[in-house]
């Protein structure tokens, strides 16, 4: 069955990788169509010190300037870990994204939004209860004996079935053999069909990261970390201050390419103005929310994810705008991580800029927690495209460390 659904998988991508690019530019384009009612349904370079485990800190950042340069970190969990030349490095994101680009317009859809790549035996779905008894849906795979547990977090207008969650979730379950649960947030993938709660930029999502690390725990799981992409890393940092995080969240966060600014970050994508990757950022980000106007899942004024949070998750969630942004923010809580973090974000990176990790780095200058690792390239969260074997080697030897 296992081979039969792998099989199942690279047919799946191989087709979507090659159609999905032709029908893109076409769908980007579509006009608004009219609108369908849906009912939802039920700091630096780091080192690890050998004597305590935890990231110290180093004065300069990973330098990758030069394509010969490498940079190695001196003991513990990283030791090893060579930051090698980068392979192709102004392609990385566009090689990595292709597999998503159908699932990113399926994704969009009243009717197949929830579609996405099948994960192999012993993936199953359930639903966990986050804050408020909301439902969320989650993939999960365990083990027959305790395990370390991962819980992996997918980025803003994704959701679990996307390849890039899929293939940390399988490599984890696999190569790690640890269990293993993919979280779908509020207002996206399945989840959004249990549920009708709107996203809250995060701010609610850090509380619902701790239901999924509970039904990680009652699942056998000896500790938990988290692997949390963009948005879902933004949700996973908030959560890492939170007074719960010591016992749930032991494992270690993991944050790829995180805002730290929710506002600022909204502004930023909603308003793109770099050359040629701009408009097409700024057309993304139209298109689904487009979507989600003509669906009837937010109003038809809203035209920015500004909008979004002040006119349809504030009010849900009973506050303001200016209180979501606060509350959803990690910078605002950074300083008071309780457990180890490791916040790895690209200079060149065109999705979320190199400011929020430094915002991120510079309020957490005195936690011993929190690691920033800047590199020069890796763009959005596609660093195991622009330098391969290294980012995942890093992932693997910082969960592993934590792991109890």
């Known amino acids: 069955m296992t081979k039969i659904k792998d099989l199942r998988y690279r047919i799946v991508k191989g087709v979507a990788s090659v159609i999905s690019p032709l029908v893109f530019p076409v769908w980007l384009a579509a006009p608004r169509r009219a609108r369908v009612r849906v009912t939802a349904r039920c700091k630096s370079h780091c080192h690890v010190s050998a004597a305590h485990n935890t990231f110290s ?24 870990s060579a930051l090698n030349g980068p392979s192709w490095p102004r392609t990385a994101l566009l090689r990595k994204s292709i597999p998503d680009v159908g699932t990113f317009m399926l994704a969009q859809s009243a009717h197949f939004g929830a579609v996405g790549y099948p994960y192999p035996p012993p993936f199953h779905s359930t639903v966990v209860l986050g804050e408020q008894n909301q439902p969320m849906a989650m993939r999960l795979a365990v083990w027959p004996e305790p395990r370390p547990g991962l819980l992996v977090v997918h980025g803003l207008f994704n959701h679990g079935g996307f390849d890039y969650v899929r293939r940390i979730a399988v490599s984890a379950y696999r190569n790690w053999r640890f269990n293993v649960g993919v979280l779908d947030l509020r207002g996206f993938g399945r989840t959004s069909r249990l549920s009708k709660a709107p996203t809250s930029a995060g701010w609610k999502e850090s509380s619902d990261l701790f239901a999924a690390a509970s039904r990680l725990k009652d699942s056998g799981s000896t500790s938990v970390g988290v692997y949390a992409v963009s948005f ?131 309020r957490a200058a005195r936690n011993p927690n929190v690691e920033v690792l800047l590199t020069d390239h890796g763009d959005h969260g596609a660093f195991d495209k622009a330098y391969p074997g290294w980012h995942n080697d890093v992932e693997r030897r910082f969960f592993m460390t934590h792991a109890h």
């Not at 809203?302 to 979501?324: C, K």
């Open 57 to 80: 800190r180093s004065a300069t950042a990973l330098n990758t300037a030069r394509p010969e340069a490498k940079a190695r970190t001196e003991g513990g969990a990283l030791a090893g």
């Open 232 to 362: 879902g890393a933004s949700a996973a940092l908030r959560a890492s201050h939170d007074s719960g995080a010591t016992a749930m969240l032991q494992g270690g966060v993991l944050s790829i390419s995180s805002p730290a600014d929710t506002e600022l970050a909204a502004k930023q994508l909603s308003n793109a103005d770099r050359p040629l990757i701009g408009p097409i950022l700024r057309s993304l980000v139209a298109r689904a929310i487009r979507a989600r106007t003509t669906q009837d899942t937010w109003g038809e004024s809203v035209r920015t994810l500004e909008d979004a949070v002040i006119q349809v998750s504030a009010p849900y969630y009973g506050v303001s705008g200016d209180d979501i942004w606060k509350l959803s923010s990690a910078a605002n809580y950074i300083a008071a991580c309780k457990v180890p973090t490791l916040i790895i974000h690209a200079r060149d990176d065109i999705v979320i800029s190199v400011e929020h990790a430094e915002m991120l780095r510079d």
